[in-house]
Structure formats: C-alpha cells, structure tokens
C-alpha cells in the first residue's frame, strides 16, 4: 500500500489534462448547448501547432524559451481552427435542428485528423515531441517525472485565470448572462456572437495547454491523439456537469483518479484479478460515469441541464 | 437561407472526407494490361496510417524495390510488374476488406502482408477461396499456418494460400525466455501484452518458457493498444521488485512503457518480440529504452552481404518507413511471387495462362531460392524453413544484434 501517494499523485496528473480539455466542451455546451465533438481535434492541433513552433526554432534551443513560444504558436494554432469551425461549420447551422451541428462537429473532426495526417511530414504513428531535459523531483514519496512539472504548474494557474476572468471581467459577465438566456442578452445589447466565438477561443487555448501537458508528459503526439482524449475529456465534464466550468475540472480530477486508482487495486481484490489491469481502466472509469448519472444526472456540480432540457 | 447553408455545408464536408481518405489510401492505381505486354500486379497490405505504420511503410517499399527490380532485370519476360498497397490500418475488418478488393482485382496474382497475425486471421479466408497466394513478411502467430491446436501437438493447416518468410512466435518467445534466463541472467519477469493475436500469444510463449526455465513471474497485466498512459501500471511493476519486463505487442505502446518505466527510476529492461523491434521505438522511448532487447526473425538485415543493395536502394529512394524490420523478408516474399510467375509463364510458352491464381500458389509452395536475407523455402505448412532469430538490444541509441542462432527447442 506504500505505492498509493503516488497512484494518487498519477490520476492527478491524468485528470488535470482531462479538467483542462473538458472546459472547452462546457463552455461551448454551457453557451450554445453544442456538443462540439470537433474539440478533441482541436486539442491536436494545438500539440502540432506547438511542435512546428519547436521545430523552426533554432536546433538547441534551450526548451525553458522554447516554451513559452511553443505555448503561443500551439494556442494560436487552435484558437484559429475553433473560430473558423465557430464561423464556418456551427454559426450557419444555428437554429437548426440540435442533429445537424453535431453531425457537423463529427464530420469536422474527421476532416481535420485527415488533414494533420496529409498535411505534415511523415505519416509515421507518432511525432516525437521535445523534453523537459531535467528531473524527475521527489516530493515525500511521490516521484514528478519532468514532462508533468508543466501540468502541474500551468493546471491551477489556468484554472483560476479562467475563474477570475469569467467572474470579474465584462466579457466574462456577458458570458454568463449570453448563457442563461441568448436573446434577452442580445437585447441587453451584448454581441452574442462575439461572446460565442469568445468561448470557442478560450476553449481553444485550454485545449492548447493540455496539448502540451499530453506531448511533454508522453514525449510524442500524433494526429489521432484527439480521439481518445476528447472522449474521456467529454465524459469528464459530463461527469462534473456539463456547463459548469468548475465541474469540469473537478470531474476531469475525478476521472484521472478514478482511472488510476482502478488500475492499482482493483485487480488485488481476490475474485477480481481478470478485471484489474491497465486495459480495463477506461472500463472502470466509465462505470463510475454511469453510477454518478444514475445517482445525480445532473452530474456532481451540474445546475444548468434541467431547465436546459 | 438557413437551409441552403446547410446545404453547402454538407456538401463542403462530404466532399472533404471523400478527398481526405482517398489521399490516405496511398498508391493505389489499379492494373490493367498495358500495350507493351502484360501487367501482374503485386497486391501489399500493411497499415500504412496509424499506428504500427513505420514498420507497414518497411513492407510496401521492400515490395517495391523487389519489383522494381524484376522489371529492370526482366525477371519475366514480357511482364511488367507493378505494386498495388492498400492500407489495412492494422484492422482486421479493413483488411478483409482490401483482401476483396485485391481477389476482385484479376491482375492481381500475390499478396504480400499483412504485418499484423490478427488481421492475417481475417484475411486468410477471402484468399484461400480465390485462390491467391498471400506472403506475409512478418507474420508470427503459429496458429495462422499450424491450426489453433499446435500448441498441444495437433499441426493442421488450413489455407494452402496462405506462406510466410518469418518464424513463428513458438520459436521466438522461447528464444527469448532462453536468452532472459540464461544470458541476461534474469530471475523475475513481469509480463504484459496487448491482448492481440500477436502480443498475447507471445507473452504467453515467454511465460511459459520462462518458467520451465528456472525463472518466476513477478505479476502480469494487459493494456489496450492505443494506450498512451502507463503511469499506474509501471507504479506496479516497480512495487513488484521484477528485474525485467517482457512486452507482447507492437512498439508504439512498448516505447512509451519502457520510456515511463524509467523515468519513474526502475531501470529493469523491457524485452520484446519483433513487433518492438523498430527504430521508432527507440526515436519516440528515447534515452530510457536504452538496454532493452527485442528478439526478431532471421539474421539482421544489416550485417547480411546479400542486402546491402537493397538497404542502399531503400536508402537512396529515401523511403518512409523502417526497412529494417521486415523490409528485407517482404523483398523475399515478393521475390518468391515474382518467381512463381516466371515459372508458371514459362510452363505456358511465355504467356499468363488463365488459371495463373492457382499456379502461382503451387510455385510458391516450391521455392526454393537464396533470399536477401536468406534461404526461401517453404515448409508443409507454409512456414519458412528458415529458423533463424536473433536478439536485439539498444546500445547508444540504436538496435545492435547480440546473438543470431537457429532455435531447435
């Protein structure tokens, strides 16, 4: 049981990249009630958007430079993708029937995994992404490998920025008035539309800086790497609520632990060894998804669904 | 309004998907006779996107240059060959499906590939029914050639279509228990696999070898392919107090295993089958795959004299994809078909007869030639008589062979 600081320690740092891709699904879903199956993509493209950034770069670059800029390029990648899919593929569709933009966001999300495998060099399975040089650092018993110093840090800095953004500022304010009710804000004399494609955007850079947690954590991305990330990101703010912005970091934590966790243990309950193991994890993660909405559809710190339904 | 944009829209997006996935397919011109004589078209299936792609591209491209070099030396006379590559995505349903569209293809007459035992599995059928030979460079599950019931002694082979120029895993995993045991001295051996054909049988060979061999099993544990994070199962592994991993499955998932394996401290090598034996595994596990072993079929590609025109062509056409692997044994197996046709076209005056399919097959099953990387000959059950293997290990960041030997247990 000695190995437990650090399971916890390892679903944290997994479900603080869930929490920071999963605040894109709700804040979209939270403003325009789109479920924008697109945003896993976007996360990819955040991660190639910051390795082409590293790969211009003078060869030797000491990465503690490369990184704030790889930041940029990666959230500028993705903040440009989200708000053409917000002009081009979602605002036409507005007012139609709730099939047709997620039909659209399925569609777009295929189109743009092709795209990165056409488009960049070497459609090899993966790209090797550059490396914290230094660490791993030992705190009590828990080892920090160097590609999760970044998650670490950047998780809760970003986490409160948004908070403070959304409560403080007038576009944040505007935010959630656009989100409890779209046309009396539009009369109030918000731009909604700016306000929509604000939430794409923020989502975007969210998307971006996970990007960087995933390539520096894994040392590769690779153009299908949206998929599987996205899915358990969307389940991450279902579980914490979808349209709630803490529940979504709080379920994307809850779902990194749980994964972990089931891992760890599972398999020395006696009579449970076939369904411990790493393969089973997202299986466990989902069966907690499924007791939580049985129990609180709403999702742990969701409000919104119901009067939304 | 509203209607006609979304109109556009759908049409936009169809029209992009349609564009995307054509340009993933690759070359894939179909054949046809030309003016000049007749064309064969040498089918290959690989997944050539996605995962374990590098070592699929090694596939295509060692195909390619055979072929190449059959029309350049006029191999067959009046026969121009040519490489038709369809991509399986390392999925057994897409795989079959390229296996259709190969057989309804009729100037196709032999398929080199697949790359992966579980896509073979699903494959196997369409081909036998069509009567194409199919060679797969690579291929490794005894039961593909030998009958779900070798293990326990009943060898049954089901598809006389079906060769290949790699030895089995019951001869590789056993080498490789052999070499963990009695050269690297390992007592302790925590075992995953991928839960695939490929992966699981091969671990499960090791463990078993492993143990009639002196050695315990210090835990075991399946991932799911695909997997990117292993953070709590190398928490495990590292609390088990194993001196070595041994990984059944491909390099894309064992690089990133062994990468976090040491980064959280626990130096124990991770050993391998040749589905680990890549240079990507190396390129993308970086400074922590350093030590760890991979075991692979026939003798290094590199180090052979009869090769080096092949790795010099490979390298000049700057190819993608990892020759290193399998790309000499797909040159092999293409260069078997190649023959095949020869012989059948000589029997027949110099002409393609009608039933050629069914010939090839029959001359195939004959081999009997000196390969790049080695002799190619065929067994009663279509395995390679060749039982050649040898044990990788990654010294200063690339794979260097250890020990080659045939393998007679």
């Known amino acids: 049981m000695h190995t437990l600081p650090q399971q916890l320690a390892n679903g944290l740092f997994l479900g603080s990249t869930y929490g920071l891709i999963a605040i894109g699904y709700t804040m979209v879903y939270g403003i325009v009630q789109l479920i924008n199956f697109a945003h896993g993509e976007i996360f990819m493209t955040g991660g190639f958007g910051a390795l082409t950034v590293y790969l211009v770069l003078p060869h030797g670059t000491s990465l503690w430079l490369a990184l704030p800029l790889m930041l940029v390029g990666g959230a500028a990648t993705s903040v440009l993708i989200a708000l053409g899919a917000e002009r081009f593929a979602y605002r036409p569709l507005r007012g139609a029937p709730r099939l047709a933009p997620l039909i659209a966001a399925i569609g777009l999300s295929l189109a743009l995994q092709q795209a990165v495998h056409n488009l960049y060099p070497q459609a090899t399975s ?8 230094s660490g791993p650092w030992h705190l009590g018993g828990v080892d920090i490998q160097s590609g999760d110093l970044f998650t670490v840090i950047a998780a809760p800095i970003c986490m409160v920025v948004l908070a403070l953004f959304v409560r403080k500022s007038r576009t944040g304010r505007a935010m959630q008035a656009t989100a409890q009710d779209s046309d009396t804000a539009q009369l109030m004399g918000i731009d909604t539309n700016r306000i929509i494609a604000t939430a794409f955007a923020i989502g975007a850079v969210f998307a971006a800086v996970a990007a960087i947690c995933y390539g520096l954590r894994y040392g590769q991305v690779s153009y299908d790497m949206g998929f599987e990330a996205g899915l358990k990101a969307f389940t991450a703010a279902v579980l914490g609520g979808i349209g709630n912005i803490y529940g979504a970091m709080l379920g994307g934590l809850v779902l990194g632990l749980a994964e972990a966790l089931a891992t760890a243990y599972i398999a020395d309950i006696p009579g449970m060894h076939q369904l411990g193991g790493q393969a089973w994890s997202p299986v466990w993660a989902f069966v907690l998804l499924i007791l939580v909405l049985l129990l609180r559809p709403q999702g742990l710190l969701g409000e919104r669904v119901a009067d939304r339904a | 309004m509203r209607h006609r944009s979304l109109l556009v829209l759908s049409i936009a997006l169809t029209g992009a998907l349609t564009v995307t996935a054509c340009g993933s397919r690759g070359a894939s011109k179909s054949g046809g006779d030309s003016a000049a004589g007749t064309t064969v078209t040498i089918g290959v299936d690989a997944p050539l996107s996605g ?6 591209l090694g596939i295509q491209y060692g195909v390619q240059i055979a072929v190449d070099d ?6 067959v006379p009046g026969v121009t060959f040519k490489v038709k590559a369809l991509d399986d995505q390392a999925q057994p349903a ?8 190969l057989v309804a293809d009729s100037s196709v007459l032999g398929v080199v590939g697949p790359l992966n035992s579980g896509v073979a599995q699903s494959m196997q059928q369409v081909f ?12 490794t599950n005894p039961a593909l050639t030998q009958g779900p019931n070798w293990a326990a002694g009943t060898k049954v082979r089901g598809y006389k279509t079906y060769f290949r120029t790699a030895t089995t895993d019951a001869l590789q995993g056993a080498y490789a228990a052999q070499y963990a045991s009695g050269t690297a001295k390992k007592k302790n051996a925590f075992v995953v696999d991928d839960k695939q054909t490929y992966g699981a049988g091969l671990a499960g060979i090791f463990k078993d070898s492993f143990t009639k061999d002196g050695g315990a099993i210090a835990g075991t544990d399946h991932v799911s392919t695909g997997d990117k994070d ?5 928490t495990k592994i590292k609390a088990s107090g194993a001196d070595m991993l041994y990984y059944g499955g491909q390099y894309d998932e064992a690089s990133l295993l062994s990468k976090q394996l040491k980064a959280a401290g626990d130096a124990i090598p991770l050993m391998g089958g040749d589905g680990i034996f890549s240079a990507t595994y190396i390129s993308v596990g970086g400074a922590g795959t350093e030590g760890d072993l991979a075991t692979s079929v026939g003798s290094p590609v590199d180090g052979l ?11 000049a056409a700057k190819y993608p994809g990892d020759y290193g692997t399998y790309g000499g044994y797909s040159y092999d197996a293409a260069t078997a078909i190649i023959k095949a046709v020869g012989s059948v076209a000589a029997a027949n005056g110099g002409k393609i007869p009608s039933d050629a399919r069914a010939k090839v097959v029959d001359g195939v099953q004959k081999s009997d030639f000196d390969g790049i990387a080695g002799h190619v000959s065929f067994d009663a059950f279509g395995d390679t008589t060749n039982k050649q293997l040898t044990v990788y290990q990654v010294t200063g960041g690339k794979w260097v062979s250890v020990k080659t030997g045939a393998f007679n247990g």
Do not use: C, H, M, W
């Not at chain 2, 995962?51 to 699929?56: H, I, R």
């Not at chain 2, 897409?94 to 259709?100: D, E, S, V, W």
């Not at chain 2, 292993?230 to 190398?234: A, D, E, I, K, Y």
């Open chain 1, 126 to 133: 993966a790209r090797v992404f550059p490396q914290i040089p």
């Open chain 2, 51 to 56: 995962e374990n792609s590098a070592t699929g």
């Open chain 2, 70 to 75: 059959a029309n350049k030396n006029k191999t």
């Open chain 2, 94 to 101: 897409t795989g079959q499906q390229n296996a259709t569209s």
């Open chain 2, 128 to 139: 036998e029914t069509a009567n194409l030979v199919e060679i797969s460079p690579s291929n």
């Open chain 2, 230 to 234: 292993f953070s709590t199962l190398v």
């Open chain 2, 305 to 315: 004299a009869t090769a080096q025109d092949f790795i010099a062509k490979y390298k």
